[in-house]
């Protein structure tokens, strides 16, 4: 907790009115009018300081996040290289004018950040990590900046209407494949806990303490 000490403006206030009512209602011009003010409005200070005396409040103070577990080189890099991948495809989504097509891209945003940023939790992912940043995450980039060239000529001629209708039904591929994607990154961690759940179940058999049946009385000790 942080005390912080809050001093009253009354006190202040009491003193100034002190010298307002001396200049409305005596003479102000020789040294000794002014020390009889001067004398008032320290006793009117005083009085009001002890009538309106400081507050004390106390404050808790902001607990401080944890420090974040400092990254290897080798996963910094691979965030960095999705940050800038992630980057590339906001401008990429603001340039392009078919909403549904940004609906899309907003999409394979939130997928691909899940995907790099699982390489902090789980290192043994980078393989599969890399690999989507090397090959998948380019691959999608470089069919949005065509899609944003051909879409910015304003016609829809053969070759371009073609092209831009491809890229757009890839989405919804790239999209399916990309969940696919993530799922696969949370394999081993689902077999580790359908292992510790087959344990805990078997415990509680073994113990006595697991109903044979949805309906059945919780058992006593």
Not at 48 to 58: A, M, R, T
């Amino acid at each position: 907790m942080r005390r912080i000490v809050k001093k009253s403006v009354l006190p202040i206030y009491a003193a100034a009115g002190m010298w307002l009512i001396y200049c409305l209602f005596f003479p102000l011009y020789a040294l000794w009018h002014f020390l009889v003010v001067i004398a008032a409005t320290a006793v009117v200070f005083v009085i009001f300081k002890k009538l309106c005396p400081d507050k004390i409040i106390e404050v808790k103070e902001p607990e401080k996040p944890e420090p974040k577990p400092e990254l290897s080189p080798e996963v910094a890099a691979v965030v960095a290289e999705g940050k800038l991948a992630m980057s590339e495809m906001d401008r990429l989504k603001k340039s392009i004018r078919n909403p549904e097509v940004k609906s899309k891209i907003t999409q394979i945003m939130i997928l691909s950040d899940k995907i790099v940023r699982n390489a902090e939790v789980d290192v043994t992912d980078l393989p599969r990590i890399k690999k989507f940043l090397n090959y998948y995450l380019p691959t999608t980039i470089k069919l949005l900046n065509a899609y944003d060239r051909m879409d910015e000529q304003g016609i829809r001629g053969e070759n371009i209407g073609g092209t831009i209708k491809r890229i757009e039904d890839m989405l919804d591929t790239i999209i399916a494949a990309y969940e696919k994607q993530l799922d696969a990154l949370f394999a081993d961690e689902a077999l580790d806990i359908e292992t510790d759940i087959e344990v805990l179940d078997g415990m509680l058999s073994r113990e006595g303490l697991k109903n044979s049946g949805p309906g059945e009385a919780r058992q006593g000790n």
